[in-house]
């Protein structure tokens, strides 16, 4: 018989500004089952949103220790899209070149994230930015003040 695997739910988010310039990301965890919750930001100069959007879903999916069924929320299109689509795949196969025969912007990242992706069973959900969804809503408060604390010279807020 087949062991089920944890489900998690994600919310991640990136904050950039200017863009680019100083950024920040941010994952919420939500375990329904066991009832943990866990939040993870970061920083970084002289990045870019996607960029930020992008490392939030990575380091959420490391911060896994096991396989587990995930749900992603996120309001980035390209994060979503990327793997809603088949983006990443195409990508893949076509040597991290896009239709057009171009460079894959931050393909360091999307190979890191499609490697995580590839342990666990995935589900993209896509919402809306800054409307009232209480997950996202941390994730994007986490994300500014990680930005701005490493503009300021300050410590994390997590």
């Given at each position: 018989m087949p062991q089920s695997r944890p489900l998690v739910h994600v919310y991640c988010d990136g904050a950039c500004s200017p863009n680019p310039g100083w950024g920040g990301w941010a994952a919420l965890l939500i375990s329904p089952v066991h009832g943990k919750t866990r939040e993870l930001c970061g920083a970084e100069p002289g990045s870019t949103n996607n960029r930020m959007?992008?490392?939030?879903?990575?380091?959420?999916?490391?911060?896994?220790?096991?396989?587990?069924?995930?749900?992603?929320?996120?309001?980035?299109?390209?994060?979503?899209n990327g793997f809603s689509r088949g983006w990443v795949r195409n990508w893949e196969r076509n040597g991290w070149r896009t239709a057009d025969r171009k460079d894959v912007q931050n393909v360091d990242l999307w190979k890191q994230l499609s490697e995580l992706v590839a342990r666990h069973s995935v589900e993209w959900v896509w919402v809306r930015g800054h409307m009232d969804n209480a997950g996202h809503n941390r994730c994007d408060a986490l994300a500014v003040a990680a930005r701005e604390a490493l503009a300021n010279g300050l410590p994390l807020p997590v």
């Open positions: 959007e992008l490392t939030g879903a990575i380091m959420a999916l490391r911060a896994l220790k096991k396989p587990c069924d995930v749900v992603i929320h996120t309001d980035s299109t390209y994060v979503h």
